[in-house]
């Protein structure tokens, strides 16, 4: 199915998307239409524009090839699926994501990846291209961040405060220091070639939806961010 959508309100786009009968659909000349795949299961979205907030939210299976750039907000609550950004994303990508994945070829916004949670076998992978702002990962209680910082120098591809409030999950970046603001709750280390095999098949993917070389972007130095099991902070958020 294909939906020009450039004379179309977000709620009547929405309501072509969910009715059709169709598998794979593509949206052309998509401008700042909210809720996209929000709740979606068992479908293929295509899309080539510039989508509003909250694309993919609270998706639940499907998939989104977006050839532009995201608004905020970007897999909100997402369960399962992924979404294939070919472009930059915006503030909140990943919030609160319980499952799935969101591949950013670019930079993303500040407070990406918060409050990102797993159970089981379900766990949330974001993966950046490039650099992401303030708070990446804040109050981080499960799944992966990886950011790739292609095209960047040594320096920490983050803004400031990055894992604050975190208490699950790992952080990736490609660097060859750690920020300097790293919170007392947060611990580091140089990532080395066991640690970095839970991220490379998810960098892999990547690779492959942005024609780029998988093991190239594996051979260079990462640091790995955890949260300080012995740190009180963690006592907040989980039962002892």
């Given at each position: 199915m294909q939906i020009e959508a450039d004379n179309l309100d977000y709620q009547t786009l929405n309501q072509m998307i969910r009715e059709s009968e169709d598998t794979d659909i593509t949206i052309q000349n998509c401008l700042g239409q909210r809720y996209i795949g929000a709740g979606l299961s068992g479908k293929n979205l295509t899309i080539y524009g510039v989508p509003g907030n909250a694309l993919g939210a609270y998706m639940d299976g499907a998939s989104i090839q977006l050839y532009g750039n995201a608004q905020e907000a970007t897999g909100d609550t997402m369960n399962a699926g992924e979404?294939?950004?070919?472009?930059?994303?915006?503030?909140?990508?990943?919030?609160?994501?319980?499952g799935g994945?969101?591949?950013?070829?670019?930079?993303?916004?500040?407070?990406?990846?918060?409050?990102?949670?797993?159970?089981?076998?379900?766990?949330?992978?974001?993966?950046?291209?490039?650099?992401?702002?303030?708070?990446?990962?804040?109050?981080?209680?499960?799944?992966?961040?990886?950011?790739?910082?292609?095209?960047?120098?040594?320096?920490?591809?983050v803004g400031y405060f990055c894992g604050t409030g975190m208490h699950g999950g790992k952080i990736f970046l490609c660097c060859e220091h750690p920020p300097k603001d790293l919170p007392e709750q947060?611990?580091?280390?140089?990532?080395?070639?066991?640690?970095?095999?839970?991220?490379?098949?998810?960098?892999?993917?990547?690779?492959?939806?942005f024609q780029m070389d998988a093991e190239a972007l594996l051979d260079r130095p990462f640091i790995l961010l955890t949260p300080n099991s012995a740190s009180p902070y963690k006592q907040l958020y989980t039962a002892v």
């Open positions: 979404i294939y950004i070919h472009g930059l994303a915006g503030d909140a990508t990943g919030y609160a994501m319980r994945e969101v591949y950013v070829q670019g930079d993303i916004g500040y407070r990406a990846g918060i409050h990102m949670k797993e159970y089981e076998d379900k766990v949330p992978v974001l993966v950046v291209g490039g650099k992401a702002g303030s708070f990446l990962g804040e109050y981080q209680a499960g799944g992966l961040i990886v950011v790739l910082n292609i095209g960047g120098d040594e320096e920490p591809p947060v611990c580091w280390k140089k990532a080395k070639a066991a640690d970095l095999e839970v991220i490379k098949p998810y960098v892999q993917k990547f690779a492959d939806a």
